[in-house]
């Protein structure tokens, strides 16, 4: 569009809820679980035969136990609601004591490379727990009197000027956005459960922040 004027838009920040990230953390989680399980038989057998500590067994249990509780509930929670950014990744944190637990049991056992590796996957374990709200706010859209910012993927990410748009379109993948030198981009949103939110966002920004013409620039 041509033109000078300000659009008038009020800063907007939408976080992106992808399936495929859903699905991915349920996998995670069921995996803890899978984990979690494997501890609980490991401190049933060592009360069973007294090998190893007997705290070790008890909190092999305790743990295992609460983990498996906490993944089930988890992965219900993604299958209801997708990833939640503001709730606590509750699983990795236990998982970072899981890990620990079957580490020892592992060295009570004789060996002594393999209870490092788990000493490492428990702390890059804790890590990304304690980096989780920033690591998924990274799919986000955000739209301001500067235009579109958008990323749909942690490595992807598209910019635009509201200066440089001439239409926004519709599209069965999401929204097509044709630029003024008769180029286009496609913003694809069939990944989201929040597509209609994100759209309405947009198209609602771009009827502010366009410039006026004979045409809107919106088209269904």
């Known amino acids: 569009m041509s033109g000078e004027a300000v659009p008038a838009i009020a800063r907007t920040e ?4 992808s399936r ?7 996998g995670a989680a069921a995996q803890h679980g899978a984990t979690a399980i494997m501890l609980l038989g490991a401190g049933l057998d060592g009360l ?3 090998r190893g500590p ?10 295992g136990v609460v983990l498996a509780i906490v993944v089930v509930r988890e992965i219900r929670a993604l299958r209801r609601h997708g990833v939640e950014p503001d709730s606590p990744p509750i699983v990795d944190y236990l998982a970072v004591p899981l890990l620990v637990l079957e580490g020892v049991h592992k060295h009570e056992q004789g060996l002594h490379l393999i209870p490092w590796a788990y000493g490492l996957l428990a702390l890059a ?7 989780w ?3 998924v706010r990274i799919r986000r859209l955000r739209l301001d009197v500067a235009g579109i910012d958008i990323r749909l ?19 069965p993948a999401g929204l097509r956005v044709e630029l003024s030198d008769g180029s286009e981009r496609v913003l694809r949103l069939g990944d989201l459960d929040n597509r209609a939110d994100v759209e309405a966002a947009i198209l609602t920004a771009a009827a502010a922040g366009l410039l006026p013409d004979a045409e809107s620039p919106l088209a269904s």
């Open 14 to 17: 939408i976080f992106l809820r």
């Open 20 to 26: 495929k990230a859903s699905r991915l953390l349920a």
């Open 48 to 50: 069973d035969t007294g």
């Open 54 to 63: 007997r705290w070790l067994a008890l909190a092999s249990i305790v743990v």
């Open 125 to 131: 374990t804790l890590a990304r727990a304690l980096a």
């Open 133 to 135: 709200r920033r690591l």
């Open 153 to 171: 993927w942690p490595f992807r990410r598209t910019r635009v000027a509201w200066s440089a748009i001439a239409a926004i379109t519709r599209v």
